[in-house]
């Protein structure tokens, strides 16, 4: 079982997940933006785009001024989510040094690496956990969800809180230079056995390959999607220049036009 | 008042009515299996459909901002849910999850029982496109309602309403009916009552052949709105322009937006070109009507099927390019009422003329007060997308889709003694507002905004 989760299994999941994403955004390209549904006031310049762009992924702008209690769980989860992923990434290639490009010693470099995966990974399960009271607690928020929204956030709960336990108690934690080596050998195609017999990392693999899995055919789509669907509604439009034709204000003023006085045909 | 399993609903166009606008309607036993082939063909089309149906991720944050949900707290009118509606049925058909897992993602086959509840739902949607314009993606229910609507319409289900304005336009070339005879008529009354209320002469050509700029009213201004009209009379009279009302469509609006966006919109669009054409205009300035200026402005161009010849602009444009360039003189202060702003959805979020409108009231106006929120943030009055349904019960929806909007007015204090003006510059607006002004017993009068330029409008 662990040979298939850590040695075969991995495979499986980078092939679903790249054809899964090609085959739903090429779905999203096949249909057409049929009508200019451009939202006002609209954006005169490219630049202008891309700061609506810009505010919507990074501050989740519309969240923070629709639906503050929302914004204080979905924006510190997203962006804890961000940097733990980097993390993950950054953490096992230069096991925990990378700081050290920045100008820190290697020790230091180490503590930080540990001190921010910690700290993002609870605001991560925080975040999750508020989530997932919204869900239940909340009726609006109940009256629009269905089964898969929860397990969803059960599933990513699950990954999470198995990630911070291996973190928070060192007898079950992974070093980074295994994870490294693992890693390692599944990218060159010559996978090798995770090293440790540590029953929280399997599990942990295992439910991370699931949700990658599943991230195609989920609303997790929405992270290509809400690019898709802005790229419908944030466009620069020009207005059409104003004025009329013929017409001379000053002129129709003079002579009155409209004013008993003037004669009735006053148009020229 | 059709009831069907408790749903509310408004009389339903009969078969005959159907075939006026062209549709046979589809019998019971394949409305099913028409449905998911319409369906079909909409999501291959749709680019913002296809998002709106796979990327939502149920965060519930256009539940409180939408005020039909805020009026009713019925759950199928929050947004994400009324696109459930479809989006259900669409992941059945369309997607592997809703194929191998079926309930799970909430994915459910299609009867008969939900197609009535798109008839409701869709019908309780104003189309505002608030929704769009809070979510986090921007997702549209907007088009997810508009495409309801069309497969709807394609099954041959469309409210007595919609269809008949929609044969009326057809016939006539405007929503209520009205002929050459009688709108040269209510021209001349029009001429009249300017005469007596402001002492000015204003004339109404109407078919003028080589007129500079054709005006499009809507029609419910001959009717409902006469201040409208009087006061776009008086702006071109004012100005001097060669102008002209076109009897072939003296329509502002297009319902075509509203229940069939193909056939019925396209079809208004011709007769537009036609008019221009025989008219030999230079310019084309749109009456007020919201849903019929965001179809003439942001849909006619993909539509035509030609490049247009005509430039066409709103007529709040042309009067606030006219104040900003300070060649209309006018005094805010002859109206002597407190007025605040009611901003037509269409205008704001999907036409741009928040300022535009601002420009315009404030010269007029001199005790201006928004209320808030406003601009694109706006609600809506309750009657968009022409959901002015006189049947007993939903009439009494459209007083709870107007409770935000009441209490925003009420915010404002401009009914305080009972002599405040609500301008809503939209002729769904207006026709929704008269009614529930009183319903809300908010001590304002309903008026446009041109209404107001021609109050304020100082000729000598």
């Known amino acids: 079982m662990t040979y298939f989760i850590a040695q075969i299994l991995p495979y499986i999941t980078v092939t679903v997940f790249v054809l899964g994403v090609v085959y739903r955004l090429w779905r999203w390209a096949a249909s057409r933006i049929v009508h200019n549904i451009t939202l006002s006031p609209f954006p005169q310049t490219k630049t202008e ?82 989530l997932l009271y919204r869900r239940i607690a909340i009726d609006k928020v109940r009256q629009v969800s ?12 699950s990954i999470v809180s198995i990630g911070n336990f291996m973190r928070l108690v060192p007898e079950y934690g992974m070093h980074y230079e295994p994870v490294k080596e693992y890693f390692t050998t599944l990218i060159l195609f010559q996978p090798a056995a995770i090293p440790e017999g540590n029953p929280f990392f399997i599990i942990h693999l295992l439910l ?61 | 008042m059709p009831e069907y399993k408790g749903l509310k609903m408004p009389a339903k166009a009969s078969a005959e009515e159907m075939r006026q606008i062209h549709i046979e309607p589809v019998p019971d036993d394949q409305k099913v299996e028409m449905a ?28 409180e901002n939408c005020h039909t949900y805020l ?160 006061g776009a009379g008086m702006f071109f009279t004012y100005i001097g322009a060669n102008w002209t009302i076109p009897s072939t469509i003296t329509e502002a609006g297009n319902f075509g937006l509203l229940f069939d966006q193909q056939h019925t919109m396209r079809h208004n669009f011709t007769r537009l070109l036609h008019a221009a054409q025989k008219l030999g205009v230079k310019k084309i300035v749109w009456g007020e009507c919201g849903h019929g200026w965001r179809a003439w402005k942001m849909y006619l161009p993909g539509m035509a099927d030609l490049p247009l010849r005509w430039p066409i602009t709103h007529i709040h444009d042309e009067v606030a390019y006219y104040i900003r360039t300070n060649q209309l003189k006018l005094d805010p202060y002859k109206l002597g009422r407190p007025v605040t702003l009611h901003d037509p959805c269409n205008y704001v979020r999907a036409c741009g003329l928040a300022e535009t409108m601002r420009t315009v009231i404030r010269a007029c106006v ?19 997308s022409a959901i002015l349904f006189d049947d007993p019960e939903m009439y009494q929806l459209r007083i709870k889709f107007s409770q935000k909007k009441a209490e925003q007015v009420r915010a404002t204090g401009v009914g305080k003694d009972g002599n405040g003006i609500l301008c809503a510059p939209c002729s769904i607006c207006k026709a929704q507002l008269y009614p529930m002004v009183e319903e809300h017993e908010l001590g304002v009068e309903v008026k446009g905004l041109i209404d107001l330029v021609g109050m304020a409008l100082v000729w000598k």
């Not at chain 1, 269905?146 to 709960?157: C, K």
């Not at chain 2, 001199?366 to 968009?384: L, Q, T, V």
Request: aromatic content about 12%; some cysteine.
């Open chain 1, 49 to 130: 785009v891309a700061g609506i762009y810009l505010r919507e992924i990074l501050l989740f702008r519309n969240v923070f001024n629709f639906d503050r209690p929302l914004w204080v769980g979905a924006w510190p989860m997203h962006i804890a989510l961000l940097n733990v992923i980097g993390g993950h990434v950054v953490g096992f290639y230069f096991l925990g040094k990378q700081f050290v490009y920045l100008g820190a010693s290697e020790a230091l470099s180490k503590y930080l690496s540990n001190l921010l995966g910690t700290v993002f990974g609870i605001i991560l399960l925080a975040g999750l956990l508020y």
């Open chain 1, 146 to 157: 269905n089964p898969s929204d929860y397990l969803m956030l059960l599933l990513l709960i």
């Open chain 1, 208 to 268: 991370a390959q699931i949700l990658i899995m599943i991230l195609p055919f989920s609303k997790l789509m929405h992270l290509f999607g809400m690019f898709g669907m802005r790229w419908i509604e944030n466009r620069v439009y020009k207005e059409p220049a104003p004025g009329l034709p013929n017409v001379d204000v000053a002129a129709a003023r003079a002579r009155g036009t409209g004013l008993s006085s003037a004669s009735s045909t006053d148009v020229a």
């Open chain 2, 36 to 63: 998911i082939q319409y369906l079909d063909e909409m999501r291959k089309k749709f680019r913002s459909f296809v998002l709106a149906m796979e990327s939502c991720v149920k965060c519930g944050l256009c539940a």
């Open chain 2, 71 to 230: 009026g009713t707290r019925d759950p199928n009118n929050i947004p994400t849910n009324r696109a459930e509606l479809i989006r259900k049925i669409y992941r059945r058909y369309f997607t592997l999850e809703g194929r191998w897992f079926g309930k799970l993602v909430g994915a459910e086959d299609l009867n008969l029982d939900i197609i009535e509840q798109w008839y409701s739902y869709f019908y309780q949607c104003n189309e505002c496109r608030r929704c769009a314009h809070v979510c986090p993606f921007g997702i549209d229910t907007c088009e997810v309602t508009m495409i309801g609507r069309q497969i709807l319409h394609w099954l041959g289900i469309v409210p007595k309403l919609h269809a008949s304005v929609g044969a009326a336009m057809e016939r006539t070339g405007n929503h209520t009916g009205l002929t050459k005879p009688a709108i040269v008529d209510t021209l001349e009354f029009l001429s009249e009552e300017i005469k007596d209320e402001f002492g000015v002469d204003v004339e109404f050509p109407v078919d003028k052949e080589g007129a500079d700029i054709m005006y499009v009213p809507s029609s419910a201004d001959f009717l409902l709105n006469p201040y409208t009209l009087m």
């Open chain 2, 366 to 384: 001199a005790d201006f007060r928004e209320m808030y929120p406003n601009k694109e943030n706006n609600f809506c009055c309750g009657g968009g």
